[in-house]
């Protein structure tokens, strides 16, 4: 049995545990930014494809003990590098650390590479070209205060770019941390489902994915495709029962709602490229004029942060604005708005039913919670 590291949003490590058990793996253990769990090939193969949550899936090759860069190199150089893949594959070396003593990671990064290219001229005589921006194989390392661990990894680019954005916007929200905060609000079909500042779409795609049972990797290539053990066989089987689980594409109770009528193209060019064109409903509306279709549902939120001055002001000017519509017109709705601005739950006036700490790549942010009943939310 492998040993494997799923990274992670930080904040989305229980879910993605819970994901990864599903699939089948085996020892699962959260760690802060991931979950270390243990399976075969085919798992790692499984990962890549179904997980909605990870960002990447490492398989863990080497660890040792070490005091200095020289101890690095040398337990780098003793792994079995050529076995691994090709010495035609160019490689990066990124690597990680808490509390290590070194003074770079640099160096680190270096000696790694060095090592490994080492490895290859003495088994072949040839070593593999570095290539940082688009390489076919990724060497991880993570350093504690004495121990290195090295890892191959086989995702290839992040498990976030499913292989569908066409338009971004100025910041998208990451697919998989979008799809994890549909995961902590409990949201499934056919509970209706509205992100009335839903920008180039997203939490829309996501969602329409998730309940059409689309596989998030279907479309995209992945590292573990590009190493010496690759079994094809196994891939194009997983691959084909992903495939014809899909289910055909239909009208959700998925509705998506932007003032700008530019941010809303982007999501309707997102959601064709994803090939969920017809899955959702959106609509050019002001969150502040907006109705709620339905009775009761979800509503998910990433509204702007505000980096500028001038943002800020508005923000201030607008977040009471939005309490307002939420306690008038969406009683009988659970709203879930993700913010790195943490004055938002004094401003908006209403009471927070709950706070989970969640990141945006670097930026921290709050997802909150707001239980929207007619009458009773009011701040005192």
Same mark, same amino acid.
């Given at each position: ?7 992670? $949003? ?7 545990? #819970? ?39 490492? /398989? ?14 040398? #337990? ?7 076995? /691994? ?19 770079? @990671?640099?160096?680190?990064? &270096? ?75 409990? /949201? ?5 489902? @509205?992100? *009335? ?37 196994? /891939?194009?089987? &997983? ?11 239909? $009208? ?21 490229? #994803? ?28 509204? *702007?942060?505000?980096?500028? &001055? ?20 969406? #009683? ?24 989970? *700490? ?8 709050? @997802? ?13």
């Amino acid at each position: 049995m492998e040993k494997f590291f799923a990274t992670c $949003p930080k904040g989305l490590e229980q879910v993605l545990a #819970a994901e990864l058990g599903t699939l089948g793996a085996h020892d699962v253990k959260t760690i802060d930014g991931g979950v270390a769990f243990a399976g075969d090939h085919e798992l790692c193969y499984c990962a890549n494809l179904e997980s909605r949550v990870a960002s990447r899936v490492l /398989w863990q090759v080497g660890q040792a003990k070490y005091r200095d860069e020289q101890d690095i190199y040398d #337990a780098a150089r003793a792994l079995s590098w050529p076995r /691994w893949f090709d010495v035609r594959r160019s490689i990066r070396v990124n690597v990680a650390a808490i509390k290590s003593p070194l003074k770079s @990671l640099d160096f680190a990064t &270096l000696r790694i590479k060095d090592a490994a290219c080492d490895a290859f001229r003495a088994a072949g005589g040839r070593r593999p070209d570095v290539d940082t921006a688009a390489p076919d194989v990724r060497i991880h390392a993570f350093l504690t205060r004495d121990e290195a661990t090295f890892y191959l990894d086989t995702s290839g680019e992040a498990l976030f770019k499913r292989g569908w954005r066409v338009a971004g916007g100025e910041a998208p929200l990451r697919e998989n941390l979008a799809a994890g905060i549909l995961r902590l609000a409990g /949201w499934a079909t056919p509970t209706p489902l @509205l992100d *009335p500042m839903c920008g180039s779409g997203t939490f829309l795609v996501e969602a329409a994915m998730t309940a059409l049972d689309v596989a998030p990797g279907l479309y995209r290539p992945f590292g573990f495709e590009k190493l010496e053990n690759f079994d094809a066989g196994k /891939w194009r089987m &997983l691959h084909e029962k992903a495939q014809a689980r899909r289910r055909p594409v239909r $009208p959700l109770p998925i509705y998506g709602g932007d003032k700008s009528g530019n941010m809303l193209k982007l999501a309707r060019e997102n959601l064709e490229a #994803a090939g969920f064109k017809d899955a959702a409903q959106l609509k050019q509306v002001d969150v502040l004029e907006s109705s709620p279709p339905a009775s009761s549902g979800i509503m998910v939120m990433n509204p *702007p942060y505000g980096e500028r &001055l001038a943002g800020q002001e508005e923000l201030a000017a607008f977040y009471p604005k939005l309490g307002d519509t939420l306690k008038k017109r969406y #009683a009988g709705w659970t709203a879930y708005i993700l913010s790195a601005d943490m004055r938002l739950p004094k401003l908006i006036g209403l009471a927070a039913s709950k706070r989970t *700490p969640l990141y945006n790549g670097a930026l921290e942010c709050r @997802l909150f919670e707001y239980r929207l009943v007619s009458g009773s939310m009011r701040r005192k």
